[in-house]
């Protein structure tokens, strides 16, 4: 069956613009959760929406928000980009979040802020 | 607050040596506990996981064991192989289930033939 798919894979933007990931779980899972990569900060938690509802968060600005939609696609958004945003964002999906099932990561976009 | 501890620096070894990457945690409750692997240019991969106390996850010869009075989660592999160099990150979930995930730093593990 097909992967977790997340479009695009690179992305050049300019500081002060606005950016829109997207990520299209496997098919039948309702959990998506969004993660940031930085070589200083590590793996981070950005937020999880399960069913179209945003149910976790992490401890990022408002600037990072997110949308799920009534097929499981989700999108991250990013606004007024500073270059700290520079970094791999990764999506995983999985059936519920439940700890009997497993979440599978897409390969990420590459964001690069200059 | 949940964190996970990952010893400092790459790991390298050579092959068929025996592994070991040390991992311990800070969490209140009873979080499940996982190892990821990614590979150069790709995603991560669940490698194992534990979701109790004493629970041992393993795969692909790789092991951990839950242990919850010392807080850690140490993976181990008796022989490596050339195509075991990768990043390895332990996480966890503190709300036990797949999501929330708070990671490790992660090691690079390269093997050497």
């Known amino acids: 069956k097909a992967g977790v798919t997340q479009t695009p894979r690179y992305l050049i933007k300019t500081r002060g613009q606005q950016v829109t990931l997207s990520c299209s779980p496997i098919?039948?899972?309702?959990?998506v959760s969004w993660y940031q990569q930085t070589p200083g900060q590590g793996l981070q938690f950005l937020f999880e929406?399960?069913?179209?509802?945003?149910?976790n968060k992490g401890n990022f600005p408002g600037r990072f928000s997110g949308r799920q939609f009534s097929n499981s696609r989700s999108e991250m958004n990013v606004s007024t980009l500073e270059l700290g945003d520079s970094a791999l964002y990764l999506c995983?999906?999985?059936?519920?979040?439940?700890?009997?099932?497993?979440?599978?990561f897409g390969q990420g976009t590459r964001l690069t802020v200059v | 607050g949940n964190s996970v501890t990952q010893m400092e620096g790459p790991v390298t070894l050579s092959e068929e040596a025996f592994l070991t990457i040390n991992c311990t945690y800070t969490?209140?409750?009873?979080?499940?506990l996982f190892w990821y692997v990614q590979y150069p240019g790709e995603g991560l991969q669940l490698l194992l996981k534990?979701?109790?106390?004493?629970d041992k996850g393993s795969n692909k010869g790789f092991e951990a064991t839950y242990r919850k009075e010392t807080t850690s989660f140490h993976l181990e592999k008796g022989s490596v192989q050339v195509s075991d160099s990768a990043v390895y990150f332990c996480?966890?979930?503190?709300?036990?289930?797949?999501?929330?995930?708070?990671f490790g730093k992660g090691n690079q593990v390269v093997v050497i033939p």
């Open positions: 969490a209140t409750g009873y979080p499940s």
């Open positions: 098919s039948g899972h309702r959990s």
């Open positions: 534990a979701t109790k106390a004493d």
């Open positions: 929406y399960f069913s179209e509802t945003q149910r």
């Open positions: 996480a966890l979930s503190p709300s036990g289930g797949n999501n929330r995930l708070a």
């Open positions: 995983a999906s999985s059936l519920d979040g439940a700890a009997n099932t497993e979440a599978f």
